[in-house]
């Protein structure tokens, strides 16, 4: 029995754009995991979809491509190793060896003890961003990252019930513009947040996005009675949803700084967002979730992100107390994001930078993912 894999990616392959879709359109099909690809067109999406559901492979050529390139899955695959694991056990082992360690004999286990006995040589010097004011700050990230991906992507099943149609519907969209530090995540993660969702919110019930660089909108418009409402500033990415969505989708392009207008405050089952790092953004930010919330204790509000990344993570908590919340779980590495080039780029030399084994740099800064934590806060009744 073969599945879409969980690491799926999809985009236009070169030389085709949103204007081919339906008239020989190429794609390019990821398994972000392992970087394996494969190359389809517009006749090929049905078979595919197909795939959502676990089943027995066909013999089409198609089908068998899918498979070499790792799109399609056996639904009992469960790497124990990768070419990454097993570099990163190499250069550990070689670094625990050299201060005289004994490598314990899990690698989540190498990789905690790799945290513990390596440390900057020397301060870093140029920017002056708050990440690089402790020189261990953004190391001990890295290495909770690749603990992350030690655990939840090797010895697990690799593949999910991917809706090969919102994967198809997501194409195009606007590259992760930095301005507004979005960060897009993998089309699993998207869907696993309906799912999410759904086991609280039956339908009929209602939902605010503020920010929506990860398509949450679109992924929640398609369980039938669901309502979305979205506040997005970036305008190439509202003119996008507003071409793809049904008319359960509301688009607003709007400036929060004063918070959410009054007209929509008190409306919504669950508010979901993605808080900004810095901590003035991150204050008024919360407020606005808060505001949108039905007043009851059966509304939610769902935050992704990396407290370790934000400016002020006792802040962050803080802020829940503040606004009427009471944090009632919290899963970590729920969210996926593919690294971004410009972010991995700075990283590694800032590492080296500090003094940090380049080879160990080298292997940590190759992790497919950021991950992040999802956080999901109640209203409580009488708190403000």
Same mark, same amino acid.
């Given at each position: 029995?073969?599945?879409?894999?969980?690491?799926?990616?999809?985009?236009?392959?070169?030389?085709?754009?949103?204007?081919?879709?339906?008239?020989?359109?190429?794609?390019?099909?990821?398994? *972000?995991?392992?970087?394996?690809?494969?190359?389809?067109?517009?006749?090929?999406?049905?078979?595919?979809? &197909?795939?959502?559901?676990?089943?027995?492979?066909?013999?089409? *050529?198609?089908?068998?491509?899918?498979?070499?390139?790792?799109?399609?899955?056996?639904?009992?695959?469960?790497?124990?190793?990768?070419?990454?694991?097993?570099?990163?056990?190499?250069?550990?082992?070689?670094?625990?060896?050299?201060?005289?360690?004994?490598?314990?004999?899990?690698?989540?286990?190498?990789?905690?003890?790799?945290?513990?006995?390596?440390?900057?040589?020397?301060?870093?010097?140029?920017?002056?961003?708050?990440?690089?004011?402790?020189?261990?700050?953004?190391?001990?990230?890295?290495?909770?990252?690749?603990?992350?991906?030690?655990?939840?992507?090797?010895?697990?099943?690799?593949?999910?019930?991917?809706?090969?149609?919102?994967?198809?519907?997501?194409?195009?969209?606007?590259?992760?513009?930095?301005?507004?530090?979005?960060?897009?995540?993998?089309?699993?993660?998207?869907?696993?947040?309906?799912?999410?969702?759904?086991?609280?919110?039956?339908?009929?019930?209602?939902?605010?996005?503020?920010?929506?660089?990860?398509?949450?909108?679109?992924?929640?418009?398609?369980?039938?009675?669901?309502?979305?409402?979205?506040?997005?500033?970036?305008?190439?990415?509202?003119?996008?949803?507003?071409?793809?969505?049904?008319?359960?989708?509301?688009?607003?392009?709007?400036?929060? &700084?004063?918070?959410?207008?009054?007209?929509?405050?008190?409306?919504?089952?669950?508010?979901?967002?993605?808080?900004?790092?810095?901590?003035?953004?991150?204050?008024?930010?919360?407020?606005?979730?808060?505001?949108?919330?039905?007043?009851?204790?059966?509304?939610?509000?769902?935050?992704?992100?990396?407290?370790?990344?934000?400016?002020?993570?006792?802040?962050?908590?803080?802020?829940?107390?503040?606004?009427?919340?009471?944090?009632?779980?919290?899963?970590?590495?729920?969210?996926?994001?593919?690294?971004? &080039?410009?972010?991995?780029?700075?990283? *590694?030399?800032?590492?080296?930078?500090?003094?940090?084994?380049?080879?160990?740099?080298?292997?940590?800064?190759?992790?497919?993912?950021?991950?992040?934590?999802?956080?999901?806060?109640?209203?409580?009744?009488?708190?403000?």
């Amino acid at each position: 029995m073969h599945q879409i894999t969980r690491h799926l990616s999809v985009d236009f392959d070169a030389g085709s754009s949103v204007l081919d879709m339906g008239r020989g359109a190429r794609y390019l099909l990821t398994n *972000s995991l392992f970087g394996s690809r494969l190359l389809c067109g517009d006749e090929d999406w049905e078979t595919l979809a &197909t795939y959502r559901e676990p089943r027995e492979p066909g013999s089409s *050529s198609l089908e068998e491509r899918a498979i070499q390139a790792r799109v399609l899955c056996p639904v009992d695959f469960r790497p124990s190793t990768s070419p990454l694991s097993e570099r990163f056990k190499e250069v550990a082992v070689k670094l625990l060896k050299y201060r005289q360690v004994e490598p314990a004999e899990s690698l989540v286990e190498v990789a905690a003890q790799v945290k513990e006995i390596c440390g900057p040589s020397r301060e870093y010097e140029g920017d002056t961003h708050y990440l690089w004011q402790d020189p261990r700050r953004l190391f001990y990230i890295m290495m909770d990252h690749m603990s992350a991906y030690l655990e939840l992507e090797l010895g697990t099943p690799q593949t999910a019930d991917l809706d090969f149609r919102f994967a198809q519907q997501s194409l195009g969209r606007p590259e992760r513009n930095g301005e507004f530090a979005q960060q897009l995540c993998t089309l699993h993660t998207s869907l696993d947040r309906v799912r999410h969702i759904q086991e609280r919110f039956p339908a009929p019930a209602k939902f605010l996005t503020l920010g929506d660089d990860d398509l949450m909108s679109l992924a929640l418009s398609r369980i039938p009675g669901y309502e979305v409402d979205v506040f997005e500033i970036d305008r190439s990415l509202v003119r996008f949803i507003k071409k793809r969505k049904p008319d359960t989708v509301r688009v607003f392009s709007r400036d929060l &700084t004063n918070g959410l207008p009054a007209e929509f405050h008190h409306l919504y089952d669950a508010v979901l967002a993605d808080p900004p790092y810095d901590a003035a953004g991150m204050s008024w930010f919360v407020r606005c979730c808060s505001q949108g919330l039905k007043r009851n204790s059966s509304s939610r509000l769902y935050l992704s992100t990396y407290p370790d990344l934000l400016e002020s993570s006792e802040q962050f908590f803080e802020e829940f107390g503040k606004n009427g919340l009471d944090l009632k779980q919290t899963t970590r590495h729920f969210n996926r994001y593919p690294f971004p &080039t410009e972010t991995h780029d700075i990283t *590694s030399v800032g590492l080296r930078n500090l003094g940090y084994h380049p080879e160990l740099v080298s292997v940590i800064m190759s992790v497919p993912y950021l991950y992040a934590h999802l956080f999901e806060c109640e209203w409580l009744p009488g708190r403000l």
